[in-house]
């Protein structure tokens, strides 16, 4: 899982042991009831997390079934693998120092402990929750559709579910003995999870692969672009047709909302004029980030094609730069409703879009050359980042694609004004396009000599 | 068309294929047989330039393929499943394939016109992508992509494995009917000593890397090459 576990265990553990100072901080109220109040979503956002990237047991059932094994005991390996999970252990994290630190300030140990049990069969319900309702896409919608419609209603307080279900989760603590109540819940799911894998465990039922009915797509309108554009329509079936591109498309075009932490002032670190910079290249670079940065990879399953097809260097890699950049003109445009924040945050973010065009679209391009990272374009598994797709070279590669135009910019800004922090940062990206042809023609030579090992390394199948 | 000279590949201190000299004429159907690691498909991506060799060089056609990439437009070939996308139904790879080397929809279509009894109407129209067929036609759809555009050069890396009797028979009669043609050179590696030694009017042995035989295929060959094989 490499960075993107990492991370979520940073986060639970300065949640775990910073809620409850937070929360008092806040004069919220008593911090045990405040976290009680929102247990439901904290729930609900595991639930989806988990349906969009917990990988299923059933993936390596196979071949236990033609050994001596009795079937029960194949289920009982198989669910029993998905309890040691990342995404149950990862839970540890927030609740066993909150817990502790609920010691440490006199709550009653009987009751602490109480509700940290009944949370954990919670955290474990949502596990066999996840497995039996896997793969079942209308009922994924429908739950977010609700979860989403809840959290909109509370935020305009037309209607509060947590009036509802923090009581709830408050009795635990108050009557450790109902602790026993989602005990008895998880039992019964990992029973009915049991029964449900026993009674599909065969080849042509529930261990089947899925297969989707295809349709051949011409997409001929993108024919006038000649070679680019046999390119592009390959891209474009890469990306509809992949779980694993289609998570990194969806996750770069969430990438626009990140402006919100910096210009609404949410979060006070990123006040600085020069953070608005950084917002801007966040925001119009979501698809060149969570995309951008695995190329060649996506096309790893089918390298040796690429490489030995009549097809030029310069073609292949100019289709995945034009790529890009289609991609952010369309995220800029979608982005335009940031001129509500005033003309300063528009600028920031038409300012990054050039540097993003003109820049780091060849910073990515030639990063991709050194990540050697195969994907499986049919998980999701590693979509939160790939601990070998960061080294030493990429890592130096961000370098110039975050931080420099803050540099440039805050030249400018300190220099005269903040209108010539933006111009200089525009410049800069606009120079990037003057030079196209020898920048590309130095990417090309370092793909070339990195091919025979990008090709070694895509054989080893992660 | 294909010469090779001072060939060698090795990794560490374990050397895989090392070929002095191999002169592979234009039109020639050039069959290449050996046990497992004998080097077939080492041979075959040395050709293609997807390993760098760790001396000597291979020339397609006055190409050095290691130096210029000017071999690709009249090469072809189908090694494995990494030369097949598998998000793409056979429809769209074989016009994505075509695109590549300069066919237009109306040329792809009447080319796989030419293939329907060898598809067997597993291929097209199935409404399925490449990933969700079956590893025969799978092949079968690599193996007819590897005919498009007119290539001089035609690799296929055990086309016959995997697929089943009767369209090893049609396959045969293809591969017949290219190396007929007098300027397309076919090279065909294969685990089965009858059909390389129907199919390919020459046969190389490789063992171990090395280079044992070289036989022009004759009635005595299949008898010739049980014999090594099986003693």
């Known amino acids: ?370 990540v050697k990272t195969p994907i499986d374009l049919t998980s999701n598994k590693k979509a939160f980042g790939d601990k070998q797709a960061f080294n030493a070279k990429t890592l130096l590669l961000t370098l110039p694609k975050l931080f420099l135009p803050m540099v440039i910019y805050a030249i400018g800004h300190f220099l005269v004004s903040p209108m010539l922090g933006y111009i200089l940062v525009a410049v800069v990206g606009l120079l990037g396009f003057v030079f196209k042809n020898k920048v590309f023609a130095l990417i090309e030579k370092i793909y070339k000599k990195e091919k025979y090992k990008t090709l070694a390394a895509y054989k080893q199948k992660s | 068309m294909i010469s090779v000279t001072n060939l060698s590949k090795t990794y560490g201190s374990n050397t895989v294929l090392n070929i002095d000299t191999l002169e592979i004429p234009k039109g020639q159907s050039f069959g290449l047989v050996g046990n497992n690691g004998a080097g077939k498909t080492t041979l075959f991506s040395l050709l293609l330039d997807l390993i760098q060799p760790s001396t000597g060089h291979i020339v397609n056609n006055e190409v050095q393929v290691d130096q210029s990439e000017a071999w690709k437009p009249f090469t072809s070939a189908f090694i494995d499943e990494t030369f097949l996308i598998g998000y793409l139904t056979p429809e769209e790879y074989f016009y994505f394939i075509g695109e590549l080397r300069g066919r237009n929809k109306a040329d792809v279509t009447a080319l796989l016109a030419e293939f329907q009894d060898f598809f067997h109407g597993e291929i097209l129209g199935q409404k399925k992508y490449l990933r969700d067929l079956s590893k025969g036609n799978q092949k079968k759809a690599g193996i007819v992509a590897s005919f498009i555009g007119n290539p001089e050069v035609v690799i296929l890396d055990e086309p016959f494995a995997n697929l089943d009797p009767t369209t090893q028979i049609r396959l045969k009669g293809i591969i017949k009917e290219l190396a007929a043609k007098e300027n397309v050179t076919v090279l065909v590696s294969s685990h089965d000593l009858q059909h390389v030694t129907e199919v390919c009017e020459r046969i190389v042995v490789l063992n171990k890397g090395e280079l044992i035989k070289d036989i022009k295929t004759s009635k005595e060959t299949l008898k010739e090459l049980e014999a090594f094989f099986g003693g």
């Open chain 1, 1 to 370: 899982m490499g960075l993107g576990a990492l991370y979520f265990i940073l986060v639970f553990l300065g949640l775990g042991f910073g809620a409850y100072f937070m929360i008092e901080e806040a004069e919220l109220g008593d911090p045990l009831r405040v976290v009680n109040t929102f247990m439901i979503y904290y729930l609900g956002f595991d639930m989806v997390f988990r349906y969009m990237l917990q990988k299923m047991p059933v993936t390596n059932i196979k071949p236990l079934l033609y050994l001596p094994f009795r079937k029960s005991q194949v289920v009982y390996y198989s669910l029993g693998k998905t309890i040691v999970s990342f995404f149950n252990w990862t839970h540890a994290f927030f609740f066993i120092p909150f817990s502790i630190i609920l010691l440490t300030k006199d709550y009653a140990p009987a009751s602490v402990i109480g509700w940290h049990l009944g949370m954990m069969a919670l955290i474990y319900c949502n596990n066999f929750i996840n497995v039996l309702v896997n793969n079942k896409d209308t009922i994924f919608y429908v739950f977010a559709g609700i979860f989403v419609l809840l959290g909109i209603s509370q935020n305009y307080a037309w209607f509060d579910i947590t009036a509802y279900t923090g009581p709830l989760f408050d009795l635990l603590y108050d009557i450790p003995a109902t602790a026993i109540v989602p005990w008895a819940i998880l039992l019964a799911l990992f029973g009915a999870s049991f029964n449900y894998f026993k009674k599909n465990m065969f080849l042509d039922g529930g261990l089947a692969t899925k297969t989707t009915e295809a349709k051949t797509e011409d997409l001929d309108w993108l024919n006038r672009f000649g070679n680019l554009g046999t390119f592009l329509k390959n891209d474009i079936k890469l990306i509809k047709r992949n779980k694993r591109s289609r998570t990194a498309v969806i996750m770069g075009f969430f990438f626009i909302f990140y402006g919100l932490l910096f210009f609404t002032g949410a979060i006070e670190v990123y006040d600085g004029p020069f953070w608005r910079i950084f917002a801007g290249i966040f925001v119009t670079g979501g698809f060149l980030f969570s995309f951008g940065q695995y190329v060649p990879s996506w096309d790893s399953s089918y390298y040796p094609l690429m490489m030995s097809q009549n097809i030029q260097y310069k073609e292949y890699l100019s289709s995945k730069y034009y790529l890009i950049i289609i991609a952010t003109i369309i995220t800029t445009i979608l982005s335009s409703w940031y001129i509500y924040f005033g003309w300063e945050v528009f600028a920031a973010v038409l300012v990054g879009a050039i540097y993003n065009i003109g820049i780091n679209a060849y910073l990515v391009l030639w990063g991709g050359a050194y």
